[in-house]
């Protein structure tokens, strides 16, 4: 049997600005052949195509509001239900509340996946506070062809310039250290109660996200073909 035949179920993937879920998830995708299901392209894709959930989110952002909790899971319903997700689905930027949590855990209740029922798997990648500060404010990337550079890990071969066509390159404007700080302590403050609420169902497992990108892939394949493993503390 190969990996892409694997029932994966769903993942949600937790982890602070800079940690490394996109580089997972899309991993991740690759490698089972699941959806990455991100909230922000299925409001997009709503929004685009003038569904009724679309047009009621469109109305309340060009009034400058928050999308409600019940417009954004109704979508992430109808797109949960495609058949892409028959086998799993990494879920990104879903669940961001404990009251989102809880309803998630409704929907997908007595849910099975190729025969199994198979619980959400909870992965919190966990990257210290400097190195995150470094992954964010480091990055740089070419305005000519997009190519992204870290001062720190992933330096130019000539300090500001890049390698492909000698582009100054440049920084986003939210990449600044007051900005990026501001960030991850908003995030924290946010995501501890989904944090906790996980942990207390013994279904957070913790990963250290403070090492190579191959590390970090061992560890979450692991969990999701051995998603009754231990969780961590």
Same mark, same amino acid.
């Given at each position: 049997?190969?990996?892409?035949?694997?029932?994966?179920?769903?993942?949600?993937?937790?982890?602070?600005?800079?940690?490394?879920?996109?580089?997972?998830?899309?991993?991740?995708?690759?490698?089972?052949?699941?959806?990455?299901?991100?909230?922000?392209?299925?409001?997009?894709?709503?929004?685009?195509?003038?569904?009724?959930?679309?047009?009621?989110?469109?109305?309340?952002?060009?009034?400058?509001?928050?999308?409600?909790?019940?417009?954004?899971?109704?979508?992430?319903?109808?797109?949960?239900?495609?058949?892409?997700?028959?086998?799993?689905?990494?879920?990104?930027?879903?669940?961001?509340?404990?009251?989102?949590?809880?309803?998630?855990?409704?929907?997908?209740? %007595?849910?099975?996946?190729?025969?199994?029922?198979? =619980?959400? $798997?909870?992965?919190? +990648? /966990?990257?210290?506070?400097? &190195?995150?500060?470094?992954?964010?404010?480091?990055?740089?990337?070419?305005?000519?062809?997009?190519?992204?550079?870290?001062?720190?890990?992933?330096?130019?071969?000539?300090?500001?310039?890049?390698?492909?066509?000698?582009?100054?390159?440049?920084?986003?404007?939210?990449?600044?250290?007051?900005?990026?700080?501001?960030?991850?302590?908003?995030?924290?403050?946010?995501?501890?109660?989904?944090?906790?609420?996980?942990?207390?169902?013994?279904?957070?497992?913790?990963?250290? %996200?403070?090492?190579?990108?191959?590390?970090?892939? =061992?560890? $979450?394949?692991?969990? +999701? /073909?051995?998603?009754?493993? &231990?969780?961590?503390?």
């Amino acid at each position: 049997m190969g990996v892409k035949d694997i029932a994966v179920g769903p993942l949600i993937l937790l982890g602070a600005p800079g940690a490394g879920k996109g580089t997972q998830a899309k991993i991740i995708s690759e490698r089972y052949g699941v959806p990455q299901v991100s909230t922000g392209d299925i409001l997009r894709d709503n929004v685009g195509r003038g569904t009724e959930l679309g047009k009621k989110a469109r109305a309340i952002m060009d009034r400058g509001e928050l999308v409600s909790d019940d417009l954004v899971c109704g979508m992430v319903t109808d797109r949960l239900a495609q058949a892409d997700c028959a086998r799993g689905f990494i879920l990104d930027g879903f669940p961001r509340t404990t009251v989102q949590a809880e309803w998630l855990d409704g929907l997908l209740a %007595g849910r099975s996946y190729l025969g199994r029922a198979i =619980a959400p $798997v909870v992965i919190s +990648i /966990e990257v210290g506070y400097n &190195q995150l500060l470094q992954r964010l404010t480091g990055r740089r990337s070419c305005p000519v062809d997009g190519k992204i550079y870290n001062i720190y890990f992933q330096p130019p071969k000539t300090e500001g310039h890049c390698d492909a066509c000698g582009s100054e390159l440049v920084q986003r404007k939210d990449d600044t250290e007051a900005v990026i700080s501001e960030r991850l302590k908003n995030y924290e403050r946010q995501t501890l109660p989904l944090v906790d609420y996980y942990r207390k169902q013994a279904r957070l497992h913790k990963i250290n %996200g403070d090492r190579p990108v191959d590390e970090v892939n =061992a560890d $979450v394949f692991r969990l +999701i /073909e051995n998603p009754d493993a &231990q969780a961590g503390d």
